[in-house]
């Protein structure tokens, strides 16, 4: 598996804070698709699908606390 890393403009992240950073594409092509969003704050948002079709979606705060609000898949753009 390959991970693509690209930037993305301001956009808020889990703490609320309006920031950008980089997005993580990675797919290993029989079905695990890794989508995370690292703010430049420290914030993550995780966006994974496994083998079996199952999604996991959480986001965490740079203070290393989860959100359990507004959890959005990433769409890659």
Known sequence: M???RTPFAPETAP???KVGGERLLDDDGYGLLI????FDCGCRRIWHEYHDGSIHLSAIRH???????????????
């Open 35 to 38: 989508r995370d969003q690292l």
């Open 15 to 17: 703490c609320g804070k």
């Open 63 to 77: 203070d290393g606390k989860r959100v359990k609000d507004q959890v959005e898949p990433d769409h890659g753009s």
């Open 2 to 4: 390959t991970g693509i």
